[in-house]
């Protein structure tokens, strides 16, 4: 009864990852319990997850094919684009892409690139295509998570001028330039081949650059906000709580997930009651939603199966 927060099932996003390339799934070494899913298995994934009763996913696509500019990730047979068709016909989840070309350049950076670094402006342009690209697939939101200037305002611009003005922006607003995304790295093979992505994500420093950051967002359209990482960044959760009146949402990345598997493995924690401990201190930082790789798990705790 005097309980504060409560965790539920509504609140869970699952990161999905689908990789062309691959004849069946192939668990990711450094994040237990989490495979990377075939365009066909994709589907009995997502039906799983359903099942669970958890409303979303989040998807992320591995092409058989990179070039300098991404271009699969716009093209209309791309790897996101060919699994959203098949889960939206299978499942009634609501399915968010992210959206950002480091797994389709073969560079392995988010954007095109200029004398060795990301090009903003003409990175935008390629964003507005995989933006229309993802919704006439069928995506239900799209998720921008390369952090360039601007590209929430052209995202929805570009939406809007294709008949897509129901498809919804979650923004990776206030994304930091984390180690704790090196797990992802393997599982998307999208590290980047050379230098590192500080000039486009924030410094783990800075606490009011993110409100600026999710201001101008909020402002380019951005429906819903989101922090990243999470655990790392409960104070910025918090503080953008208290800020914005739109739904937040926090991903709880890959190395968030790793180390708490690895200590579990080892017989360090308590594997089922830090995981609920962690998602629910997300929660009470002021978090609407969260993407995390243990949403199946909690969801079976949370259900009681
Ligand atoms: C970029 C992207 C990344 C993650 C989500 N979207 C990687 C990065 O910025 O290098 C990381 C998520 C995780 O670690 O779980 N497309």
């Known amino acids: ?43 009995e994934e997502a039906r799983r997850l359903e099942g669970l009763n958890i409303p979303a996913v ?5 092409p058989e094919r990179k070039d300098e500019i991404g271009s699969q990730a716009w093209d209309p047979n791309g790897v996101v684009q060919r699994a959203v068709r098949y889960i ?30 990301v090009d903003n402006d003409p990175t935008l ?13 069928g995506a239900d939101i ?7 200037d601007g590209q929430v305002m052209v995202i929805r611009d570009a939406l809007d001028e294709a008949g897509f003005e129901h498809v919804a922006i979650m923004a990776y607003a206030a994304k930091y330039s984390s180690a704790f995304y090196g797990p992802f790295r393997d599982a998307a093979h999208s590290a980047p081949s050379s230098g590192d992505r500080r000039t486009h994500q924030m410094d783990p420093a800075n606490r009011r650059e993110a409100m600026r950051e999710m201001r101008a967002d909020l402002a380019e359209g951005a429906d ?7 655990m790392p960044c409960l104070d910025i959760v918090a503080m953008a709580r208290g800020e914005f009146d739109v ?30 401990e962690s998602l629910l201190s997300i ?12 949403a199946a798990e909690a969801a079976k705790v949370l259900r009681g199966d």
């Open 224 to 230: 819903i906000l989101m922090v990243k990482p999470a």
């Open 1 to 43: 009864m005097v309980r504060e927060n409560m965790l539920s099932v509504d609140d869970l996003i699952a990161p999905m990852f689908v990789n062309e390339t691959l004849g069946r799934p192939a668990e990711v070494r450094s994040m237990p319990g989490i495979s990377v899913q075939t365009i066909a298995s994709a589907v």
């Open 247 to 276: 739904p937040m949402a926090a991903y709880q990345v890959s190395g968030e997930y790793a180390m708490l598997k690895a200590a579990a493995a080892n017989g360090w924690l308590d594997p089922e009651a830090t995981m609920m």
């Open 125 to 137: 342009e390629l964003y507005a295509r995989t933006a229309i690209a993802q919704a006439e697939a």
């Open 88 to 117: 939206k016909e299978g499942t009634g989840l609501t399915i968010i892409t992210d959206l950002c070309l480091c797994e389709y350049t073969s560079h392995g950076h988010c954007g095109v690139l200029n004398d060795g670094s």
């Open 142 to 148: 799209v998720a921008p998570s390369g952090m360039m």
């Open 283 to 294: 929660k009470r930082a002021g978090a609407d939603m969260i993407i995390t790789y243990f």
């Open 58 to 62: 989040l998807l992320f696509g591995v």
